[in-house]
């Protein structure tokens, strides 16, 4: 029996009372952390040693982990040290039962140069078990010379009071590990992942999308000048000849008056002509040139009356004035073809999306649509696609985009309403919708 079990000396009295002592500490720690730090670092009241190591089976596979270590706050994971010490335990567990103490020197079995320059060259393993024996942990000890016989006894203690009261803290979990497989069950999952990558799905792709009207109808600048005033209000109903908007009308009014004159002054020129091509020969001659300039300044005073007649523009339809504020066009210059405003059928809708370049699929027309709208985006509303365009265009928010349509499948919502769609494509395995655009991605890094 070991020197402390008999108590033949003061001195093993106290050191077997400080061992009780350090037994009741452990039992009475709350965390697990707490329980790990205090053995490593409170057992060299009992025994010596240079550094100890508390070490936990891996989640997966058959290694141990370390958990704490003496002297260190936390454990880096990427310490060449701790790397060292658990790829070492794993090759010795060919060698010897770890559900066994077993001492070793680190000479004879390193695997690594980061145990090359360790200062403690003897380590003692001393195992936690578990309820039904097999440990789940151990305490490793590295010091310069080996263990004594009273010095395991007491080790072997300490991870027995350890081993129980990691247990008690776990629930009798004391490592939560990922079960192995075996081939069979490899094998079935392998078939059940490729089973469920075949699956057929269909590409969608998430786009901006706005309620806009199916036929406009643009009311454009018929000339360059002011807008003088706007006489509708933005989304009022208008009726078919009803003045919209009146431009300034004073040049219009001079040019008119102007084009009136030169055709009455080239008329003149003419019936004088005319009057006496009997009685002067050399006047004759001049009929016909001023017959084409009656005739380029009466097509003069048709253009100016023409345009003076549209410095008012009434609807051309019937249907809802579409436009943002009167303010922003009202003494307004504008040039000719320029846009102003739109008159639409509020009950002829449709779906406007710009689709990413980056989205890009091939689409069929009558692929499903939906859209939510930003107002409310519980509610979808169902589409069928119309129209795709060939090529990509610029979007006002600098990106690439191809111009989508789709006709609305029941109510028609406000036009403007703006939210996101979703696009549906052909049926494609589940696993190229996954990879679709990483692959697409690494092709264009790679450049293949």
Not at 259 to 278: C, G, H, I, Q, Y
Not at 338 to 347: K, L, R, S, W
Request: glycine share 6%; net charge negative.
């Amino acid at each position: 029996m070991s020197d402390i079990a008999t108590g033949s000396s003061p001195g093993d009295a106290k050191t077997l009372a400080v061992l009780l002592q350090f037994e009741a500490d452990i039992r009475r720690q709350s965390t697990l952390p707490e329980l790990q730090y205090l053995v490593a670092n409170e057992a060299r009241a009992i025994l010596p040693y240079g550094q100890m190591f508390v070490l936990c089976k891996a989640t997966l596979g058959e290694g141990y982990e370390v958990k704490c270590a003496s002297s260190l706050a936390t454990v880096d994971r990427n310490a060449p040290l701790i790397h060292a010490l658990e790829r070492m335990l794993a090759e010795l567990a060919s060698e010897f039962d770890f559900a066994k103490p077993r001492e070793f020197d680190v000479a004879r079995v390193k695997t690594d140069e980061a145990l090359s320059d360790y200062p403690y060259s003897q380590m003692y393993w001393q195992p936690l078990p578990g309820e039904d024996g097999t440990p789940f942990g151990g305490l490793l000890i590295a010091r310069e010379e080996t263990l004594r016989d009273g010095e395991k006894y007491r080790l072997a203690r300490i991870a027995e009071t350890t081993a129980h009261a990691w247990r008690a803290l776990t629930n009798n979990r004391p490592v939560r590990r990922i079960p192995l497989l075996d081939s069979r069950k490899k094998k079935w999952i392998a078939a059940g992942v490729a089973v469920v990558m075949l699956f057929p799905v269909r590409l969608t792709a998430l786009a901006p999308a706005e309620i806009v009207a199916e036929r406009p109808y643009v009311i454009a600048a018929p000339f360059s000048g002011r807008i003088a005033s706007v006489e509708v209000i933005p989304n009022a109903a208008v009726r078919k000849g009803e003045v919209l908007l009146r431009f300034d009308d004073v040049r219009l009014a001079n040019e008119l008056e102007l084009a009136e004159e030169r055709l009455a002054v080239a008329r003149s020129r003419l019936e004088r002509s005319t009057s006496t091509a009997f009685a002067e020969r050399d006047e004759t001659y001049d009929i016909s040139i001023m017959q084409a300039e009656v005739e380029v300044a009466q097509a003069e005073y048709n253009y100016a009356r023409q345009l003076a007649g549209q410095s008012a523009i009434g609807a051309p339809r019937d249907g809802m004035a579409l436009f943002s504020d009167r303010r922003d066009w009202e003494g307004r210059a504008v040039n000719v073809g320029e846009p102003i405003m739109q008159v639409v059928n509020p009950n002829e809708v449709m779906i406007r999306i710009d689709l990413p370049a980056a989205e890009q699929m091939s689409l069929d027309q009558g692929a499903k649509v939906k859209m939510w709208l930003d107002s409310q985006p519980l509610w979808a509303i169902d589409g069928v696609l119309e129209t795709a365009s060939y090529q990509a265009r610029e979007t006002p928010d600098g990106t690439l985009a191809f111009a989508l349509t789709a006709t609305i499948d029941g109510d028609n919502p406000r036009i403007g309403s703006r939210g996101t769609a979703q696009v549906y494509g052909r049926w494609v395995p589940l696993i190229y919708s996954l990879l679709r655009r990483p692959i697409a991605a690494l092709r264009q890094f790679v450049g293949v």
